[in-house]
């Protein structure tokens, strides 16, 4: 029987991206040709938590998207992409069927679902020696256990010390790499929102966010917010706004697919500082990437307690599931016109503003008394820029079970006359 060739896989999941990209960096370095994966697993398409799905409509466009872009841009290099819809554990047993796999490269990942595909694979191939790169930080895990102990409960505490002592790495030198590795031969599957298991739709003419995913338009949208229009500047003044492509950056949905990285945000923070100057704003764009830190770090010492009732603080939390009152708030039929608003806007358009998301949660928690994990599964299903730390970090936060041991709750009408006076956000997506 003819020696199978060895080969390295570079798996792609939730780092869609070339430009500092530790994996490709790091394996382009090894001598073995390798073959570049990315797989739309069907279990994740048909899984459902509390009646909705995984994944719907809205990031299942953008991923499609991301992965074209990301073909496209490796291509530039001479890598191939291999793209399938599939169980991700069977493309890997197809590929051992013709190499021999010595080394996969991906994302370090912890939280259950990933960690849970992870093992699959490795059963699928036990011989396979992983490289896992920590590359969804900003700040490295190796830095941050030095500073600290343990991640304190309160952002505050965790931000200071980290301040102290701050250090970013460089961006991995990834654009000027080119493959010269004899190719490695696949057929990828044609992969469309239909076979994906939804309709085409076009785009809300009212979205805050109409822009199209990969890399090359996150970076295209990096360089207009920053030098062309120099909105950086203004950002704290404009980040609780809530109509129109440019009150706040709108990185979220490129970050939490990976294709803009945190660290090339605040590296291009530090060059825009250097060239127009520093100020409040700009500053607070680097605070809110801390933020999206701080709770990946919760979620990487706590686990999957982000994902129980109690949440991470082990407290009593009592509340219902009641249908209907379900309905009305995914429906923006509640009593409240400023939330109804908010949940119409993600509805149509699979986006809503940072300041609707505390407004939407809260009311869903403490207003109407539902369970906070059921409105953190909405939220998966239609957000854009869903990403499972920020997502389930923020919702345990205004349960009452997460990082701040306050009871915050959110009066929606007040909110509502300090961020929409003039009702300008509530016409747009209600009929007043």
């Not at 370090?108 to 699959?120: F, H, P, V």
């Not at 403490?366 to 939220?379: M, P, S």
């Not at 929409?420 to 016409?427: G, H, L, S, V």
Request: proline share 3%.
């Amino acid at each position: 029987m003819p020696k199978k060739q060895k080969i390295n896989i570079l798996w792609f999941t939730k780092d869609l991206r070339t430009r500092d990209s530790e994996s490709l960096y790091n394996i382009m370095q090894e001598d073995l040709p390798f073959l570049a994966v990315f797989v739309f697993d069907s279990d994740l398409f048909a899984q459902k938590q509390f009646g909705f799905r995984k994944i719907g409509k809205y990031r299942a466009r953008f991923l499609l998207e991301s992965i074209e872009d990301l073909k496209q841009r490796l291509a530039k290099k001479n890598i191939p992409l291999l793209v399938r819809q599939n169980k991700t554990e069977n493309v890997f047993e197809e590929i051992a069927k013709e190499f021999e796999i010595v080394k996969i490269f991906c994302q370090q990942e912890w939280t259950k679902e990933e960690t849970d595909l992870q093992t699959k694979i490795r059963k699928t191939v036990p011989y396979a020696f992983w490289e896992k790169s920590y590359s969804q930080f900003l700040l490295h895990p190796f830095f941050v256990c030095k500073v600290l102990d343990k991640i304190p409960d309160l952002f505050t505490t965790f931000r200071n010390k980290i301040e102290k002592n701050l250090l970013i790495r460089p961006e991995f030198e990834t654009e000027q790499l080119i493959c010269y590795k004899s190719e490695i031969h696949f057929e990828s599957d044609k992969i469309t929102l239909r076979s994906l298991g939804f309709e085409d739709f076009d785009t809300d003419a009212r979205s805050a966010f109409p822009f199209p995913g990969g890399e090359t338009e996150g970076l295209r949208r990096l360089h207009s917010y920053f030098p062309e229009t120099q909105h950086l500047s203004r950002y704290k003044e404009t980040r609780n706004g809530l109509v129109g492509t440019e009150y706040s950056s709108k990185f979220s949905p490129w970050l939490s697919c990976g294709s803009l990285s945190a660290v090339t945000i605040y590296h291009e923070i530090k060059r825009f500082e250097k060239k127009f100057g520093s100020n409040e704003s700009t500053y607070w764009l680097f605070f809110e990437l801390l933020w999206r830190d701080f709770f990946r770090y919760v979620s990487l010492q706590h686990k999957d307690l982000i994902f129980r009732k109690k949440g991470i603080t082990h407290r009593q939390y009592s509340a219902s599931h009641h249908q209907e009152l379900i309905r009305k708030w995914k429906n923006g039929e509640t009593t409240s016109d400023f939330v109804n608003a908010n949940m119409i806007e993600l509805q149509k358009t699979g986006w809503m503003s940072n300041r609707g998301r505390q407004n939407a949660a809260s009311y869903f928690c403490k207003t109407l008394n539902q369970d906070w994990r059921i409105g953190a599964a909405y939220f998966e299903e239609m957000l854009i820029d869903y990403d499972v730390h920020s997502n389930y970090g923020n919702w345990m936060y205004l349960a009452g079970v997460g990082n701040d041991s306050r009871n915050r709750t959110f009066n929606p009408e007040r909110q509502a006359e300090l961020y929409d006076p003039k009702q300008e956000f509530r016409r747009l997506w209600l009929k007043m």
